[in-house]
Protein backbone atom coordinates (compact mmCIF):
# COMPACT_ATOMS: atom_id res chain seq x y z
CA UNK A 1 0.00 0.00 0.00
CA UNK A 2 0.76 4.08 -0.71
CA UNK A 3 1.96 5.43 1.88
CA UNK A 4 -1.21 7.22 2.28
CA UNK A 5 -4.93 6.37 1.36
CA UNK A 6 -6.97 8.48 0.13
CA UNK A 7 -10.65 7.89 0.23
CA UNK A 8 -12.81 8.50 -3.07
CA UNK A 9 -14.64 11.79 -2.64
CA UNK A 10 -13.48 13.03 0.39
CA UNK A 11 -11.22 15.59 -2.26
CA UNK A 12 -7.82 14.88 0.07
CA UNK A 13 -9.95 15.58 3.04
CA UNK A 14 -8.97 12.17 4.98
CA UNK A 15 -5.55 10.63 4.94
CA UNK A 16 -4.24 7.49 6.56
CA UNK A 17 -0.52 7.22 8.42
CA UNK A 18 2.13 6.69 6.80
CA UNK A 19 4.16 4.34 8.46
CA UNK A 20 3.07 0.48 7.55
CA UNK A 21 2.93 -0.13 11.16
CA UNK A 22 -0.43 1.11 11.89
CA UNK A 23 -1.89 -0.31 9.11
CA UNK A 24 -2.79 -3.12 10.94
CA UNK A 25 -4.64 -0.61 13.32
CA UNK A 26 -7.89 1.03 12.72
CA UNK A 27 -8.00 3.61 9.81
CA UNK A 28 -9.78 6.68 10.28
CA UNK A 29 -12.14 7.65 7.77
CA UNK A 30 -13.81 10.94 7.63
CA UNK A 31 -16.58 11.64 4.86
CA UNK A 32 -18.63 14.70 3.95
CA UNK A 33 -22.08 14.99 4.86
CA UNK A 34 -24.54 15.71 1.78
CA UNK A 35 -28.19 17.67 2.88
CA UNK A 36 -30.65 18.08 0.22
CA UNK A 37 -32.64 21.53 0.70
CA UNK A 38 -36.10 20.69 -0.76
CA UNK A 39 -37.43 23.89 -2.22
CA UNK A 40 -41.61 23.71 -2.49
CA UNK A 41 -43.42 26.45 -4.56
CA UNK A 42 -46.20 26.80 -5.86
CA UNK A 43 -47.58 28.28 -9.44
CA UNK A 44 -51.19 29.40 -11.24
CA UNK A 45 -51.72 27.63 -13.93
CA UNK A 46 -54.54 27.83 -16.33
CA UNK A 47 -56.28 24.73 -16.98
CA UNK A 48 -59.43 25.19 -18.36
CA UNK A 49 -62.44 28.25 -18.74
CA UNK A 50 -65.94 28.95 -17.95
CA UNK A 51 -68.33 29.77 -20.60
CA UNK A 52 -71.95 31.55 -19.09
CA UNK A 53 -74.77 31.66 -21.74
CA UNK A 54 -77.66 33.73 -20.84
CA UNK A 55 -81.61 33.07 -23.13
CA UNK A 56 -84.05 35.75 -22.44
CA UNK A 57 -87.86 34.21 -22.87
CA UNK A 58 -90.95 35.72 -23.32
CA UNK A 59 -93.34 33.81 -20.36
CA UNK A 60 -97.21 34.53 -20.09
CA UNK A 61 -98.47 33.73 -16.51
CA UNK A 62 -101.69 35.42 -15.35
CA UNK A 63 -101.40 37.87 -12.23
CA UNK A 64 -103.83 38.68 -9.99
CA UNK A 65 -103.83 42.06 -7.75
CA UNK A 66 -105.94 44.35 -5.67
CA UNK A 67 -106.67 47.64 -8.14
CA UNK A 68 -107.94 50.56 -5.99
CA UNK A 69 -110.17 53.38 -7.17
CA UNK A 70 -111.41 56.14 -5.53
CA UNK A 71 -115.04 58.14 -6.93
CA UNK A 72 -116.45 60.95 -5.66
CA UNK A 73 -120.32 60.87 -5.29
CA UNK A 74 -121.67 64.71 -5.68
CA UNK A 75 -124.06 66.36 -3.52
CA UNK A 76 -125.60 69.75 -3.99
CA UNK A 77 -127.21 71.54 -1.02
CA UNK A 78 -129.13 75.04 -1.15
CA UNK A 79 -128.40 77.13 1.31
CA UNK A 80 -129.49 80.68 -0.39
CA UNK A 81 -128.51 82.99 2.82
CA UNK A 82 -126.37 85.65 3.00
CA UNK A 83 -122.63 86.18 4.14
CA UNK A 84 -120.27 89.02 4.71
CA UNK A 85 -117.27 86.78 3.04
CA UNK A 86 -116.78 83.55 1.25
CA UNK A 87 -116.35 80.53 3.43
CA UNK A 88 -113.66 78.41 3.30
CA UNK A 89 -113.65 74.85 2.46
CA UNK A 90 -113.76 72.40 4.54
CA UNK A 91 -114.03 68.95 5.60
CA UNK A 92 -117.01 67.80 8.10
CA UNK A 93 -116.09 63.91 8.49
CA UNK A 94 -115.85 62.21 5.27
CA UNK A 95 -117.25 64.94 3.64
CA UNK A 96 -115.35 67.83 1.77
CA UNK A 97 -117.73 70.74 1.55
CA UNK A 98 -116.79 73.51 -1.01
CA UNK A 99 -119.00 76.93 -1.02
CA UNK A 100 -120.02 78.33 -3.74
CA UNK A 101 -120.84 82.19 -3.64
CA UNK A 102 -122.37 84.40 -5.94
CA UNK A 103 -122.63 87.82 -6.05
CA UNK A 104 -125.75 89.73 -6.40
CA UNK A 105 -126.43 93.11 -7.14
CA UNK A 106 -128.62 95.36 -5.28
CA UNK A 107 -128.44 98.86 -4.46
CA UNK A 108 -126.06 97.52 -2.13
CA UNK A 109 -123.54 95.01 -2.77
CA UNK A 110 -124.25 91.32 -1.00
CA UNK A 111 -122.89 87.87 -0.53
CA UNK A 112 -125.46 85.38 -0.70
CA UNK A 113 -124.41 81.42 -0.12
CA UNK A 114 -126.23 80.06 -2.83
CA UNK A 115 -124.96 76.19 -2.61
CA UNK A 116 -122.73 73.83 -1.33
CA UNK A 117 -121.25 70.87 -2.62
CA UNK A 118 -120.72 68.06 -0.18
CA UNK A 119 -118.27 65.85 -1.83
CA UNK A 120 -117.84 62.13 -0.49
CA UNK A 121 -114.97 59.71 -1.29
CA UNK A 122 -115.80 56.12 -1.30
CA UNK A 123 -113.04 54.09 -1.69
CA UNK A 124 -113.73 50.65 -3.76
CA UNK A 125 -111.51 47.59 -4.24
CA UNK A 126 -111.54 45.45 -7.30
CA UNK A 127 -109.65 42.16 -7.83
CA UNK A 128 -108.29 42.11 -11.69
CA UNK A 129 -107.00 39.46 -13.54
CA UNK A 130 -105.11 39.69 -16.56
CA UNK A 131 -102.01 37.84 -19.01
CA UNK A 132 -99.11 39.46 -18.97
CA UNK A 133 -95.76 38.70 -20.62
CA UNK A 134 -92.73 38.91 -18.35
CA UNK A 135 -89.18 38.42 -19.69
CA UNK A 136 -87.26 34.95 -17.62
CA UNK A 137 -83.73 34.15 -18.00
CA UNK A 138 -81.62 30.82 -17.98
CA UNK A 139 -77.94 30.52 -17.42
CA UNK A 140 -75.87 28.19 -19.04
CA UNK A 141 -72.48 27.09 -17.72
CA UNK A 142 -69.93 25.00 -20.02
CA UNK A 143 -66.55 24.29 -18.71
CA UNK A 144 -63.96 25.10 -22.25
CA UNK A 145 -60.14 23.83 -21.45
CA UNK A 146 -57.61 25.41 -22.74
CA UNK A 147 -55.36 24.51 -25.52
CA UNK A 148 -52.23 22.12 -24.85
CA UNK A 149 -53.79 22.30 -20.82
CA UNK A 150 -53.81 18.78 -19.54
CA UNK A 151 -56.32 18.70 -16.15
CA UNK A 152 -54.40 18.53 -12.99
CA UNK A 153 -54.14 14.87 -11.68
CA UNK A 154 -54.93 14.57 -8.33
CA UNK A 155 -51.39 14.40 -5.81
CA UNK A 156 -49.23 16.46 -8.58
CA UNK A 157 -48.25 20.14 -7.19
CA UNK A 158 -47.21 22.54 -10.08
Do not use: W, Y
Not at 69 to 76: G, I
Not at 128 to 154: C, D, K, M
Request: hydrophobic share 40%; glycine share 6%; proline share 6%.
Amino acid sequence: MSPEHIIPGCNGDAAAPSDDSALGAAIEQVAPLIEEVLRVGKRSVENGRVRVSLRTEAVEERVRSTLGTRRAEVERVQIGHEVSEPPQTRQEGDVLIVPVVEQILVVERRLVLKEEIHLRFVDDEEIVEQLVERRVQHATIERVPTAGAAPPTAGTDQ
